[in-house]
């Protein structure tokens, strides 16, 4: 059978059942329940809105997060199942159900870690002003562009990666913002952060392949069982124990995505929830006596450092004392005036702390201020420990101050990550066949192997944990499609060259496309909100 007749052979297979768009209509509707339940228990303490404008836009704002994370399933998730589905080790609908489950679970395991380094490439006037027009502005347009490119690869089976794509998305924003400001006084894109990122999705392809390639070499050294080398025949599944090694792949994979991927809508969606109801969202439990005890004396401990630093500490009002700060991260210059600005900064979120009993007290009296001070420390506390004016012992008092303020502000409730953890899998339910086609019978000159598909995966999970580790969002498509090519090339089957060229181009091209349109989003909606 030739790779075009056995193609269309195993599409025609891939029949929808009745049973399973049930299921997904099922979940569908219980997970919107469960998550409009919780935001309304959420936000029951919220002061009432002059307008219903806000919770428009709110709703708005979350059901496009929730729609990156559904074409997310797409692309990344539908390659976790790929190996799977296209060796026959499950029935299509119970691989994605199978995978679905443990994205779920990784979802729900995740730090939040990653989504909190994918925010901290925003431009941080955009970040303080989440809850304005501006700031929808802004979320909507590197949402749209986001979603708008992984449709358009998706569709021509391209597997695209959704991490590249919204990383570009956000650098578009950032770039537009620092232009249409015309000034120096904006941030625009973090070019640090940038870099960091960048470093992880160039490596983790070179890694998959070389890596793949070794270990697809090592196992047929190892492993001298010939069913393990062939490619799918027809229907027939493999033997019990092979399909038990690529269904545990299968599984690893759709956990590794669930705690990486998943993460990068939770922090979007954080931004949209703390912009629009802040006394419900802003902090997570600075208000509790053991918390505010143990932030009340860091502060007062780093307090007395900075005054040691320098003398002439000058009493800023608050206003401007933030001003300095922002300004402060923009350049990445620190002197007199930062040290005596973040001293503001930290005395009033201590008083701030000492006079109010709770979260909602501490949001109601102080507004968004609160949560915008601990965001400027958080921000402004790693460039002093990295002057030379502090000993080891002082920059050991800075981190955990660092440490106490991330724990009040950087969360994820339960909530958002079990509605994150269900648009990943639905997604996946609808969109997986252009993807399995791809991975399984385009990338190589012959069909993809039972060992091909279980190192593949095997390399991608390490890969993807490795990064998560490390607070790094990599692309699952990349890991496994380099993956795949490196078992490819070890296995002498050699590379389809015009696959191979479409999936450089789509990598090539994701950053500058997905750069240009959240841009042009960005000045469109801003001249519509603003």
């Known amino acids: ?14 029949v929808a059942s009745p049973v399973f768009g049930l299921l997904f209509f099922v979940i569908l509707l219980v997970g919107g329940a469960y998550t409009f ?12 809105m002059a307008s219903v404008v806000p919770y428009i836009m709110l709703i708005l704002a979350l059901l496009i997060a929730l729609g990156f994370e ?28 199978w995978s679905g489950l443990w994205n779920f679970v990784g979802v729900m395991a995740s730090s939040g870690g990653v989504a909190f380094t994918v925010v901290s490439l925003l431009p941080i006037e955009l970040v303080l002003s989440v809850g304005s027009n501006i700031g929808f502005a802004m979320v909507f ?3 749209l562009s986001a979603i708008l490119w992984n449709l358009a690869t998706w569709y021509f089976g391209i597997p695209n990666s959704s991490s590249h794509t919204l990383i570009g998305s956000i650098i578009g924003v950032g770039l537009m913002n620092q232009i249409l400001a015309g000034n120096d006084r904006v941030s625009g ?5 940038a870099i960091k990122v960048f470093e992880g999705l160039v490596f983790s392809p070179i890694a998959g392949f070389f890596l793949a390639s070794v270990f697809m070499v090592a196992l047929r050294y190892l492993v001298r069982l010939p069913a393990l080398y062939k490619s799918p025949e027809g229907d027939k599944p493999p033997h019990w124990t092979i399909r038990s090694l690529l269904i545990f792949t299968c599984m690893g994979v759709s956990f590794s995505h669930g705690s990486n991927d998943g993460q990068k809508g939770m922090g979007l ?14 902090l997570n439990g600075v208000g509790s006596y ?19 630093v320098d003398q002439g500490l000058v009493p800023f009002s608050p206003q401007l004392a933030r001003d300095n700060v922002t300004d402060a991260i923009q350049s990445g210059k620190i002197d007199a005036n930062t040290l005596s600005s973040v001293h503001v900064l930290l005395k009033n979120a201590q008083s701030m702390i000492l006079t109010r009993d709770g979260n909602v007290s501490i949001l109601q009296a102080g507004g968004g201020n609160f949560r915008n001070d601990l965001y400027l420390i958080n921000q402004i506390l790693p460039s002093l420990q990295n002057s030379s004016s502090f000993s080891g012992e002082e920059k050991k008092q800075i981190e955990g101050l660092r440490k106490l303020s991330l724990k009040a502000t ?3 409730p339960r909530w958002v990550k079990v509605s994150v953890a269900l648009a990943l899998a639905l997604g996946t339910m609808v969109g997986w066949k252009r993807i399995v086609i791809t991975v399984g019978e385009r990338i190589g000159k012959s069909h993809l192997t039972y060992g091909q598909g279980a190192v593949a995966e095997t390399v991608a999970m390490g890969l993807i944990q490795a990064a998560d580790r490390f607070h790094l969002p990599i692309s699952t498509t990349h890991a496994v499609t380099s993956a795949v090519a490196g078992t490819m090339v070890a296995n002498g089957s050699g590379l389809q060259w015009s696959t191979i060229k479409m999936l450089a181009m789509a990598w090539v091209l994701t950053l500058p496309a997905a750069i240009t349109l959240s841009g042009f989003l960005f000045w469109l909606l801003r001249v519509i909100f603003v």
Request: aromatic share 10%.
């Open 290 to 308: 053991s918390e505010k005890e143990l932030f009340v004396r860091q502060v007062g401990v780093v307090e007395h450092i900075l005054n040691r």
């Open 189 to 193: 894109v973090d070019w640090s952060q």
């Open 70 to 97: 559904f074409v997310n399933g797409f692309h990344d998730t539908a390659n976790a199942v790929a190996t799977v589905i296209y060796s026959r080790s499950l029935k299509p609908h119970w691989a994605v159900i």
């Open 37 to 48: 339940f919780h935001i309304h228990q959420d936000i029951g303490h919220e002061p009432a």
């Open 141 to 143: 347009a590197l949402l």
């Open 410 to 412: 950087q969360f994820i």
């Open 1 to 14: 059978m030739t790779p075009t007749e056995h193609e269309s052979a195993y599409r025609k297979n891939q």
């Open 269 to 282: 969606i954080m931004l949209i929830l703390i912009g629009t109801v802040p006394t419900a969202y802003a």
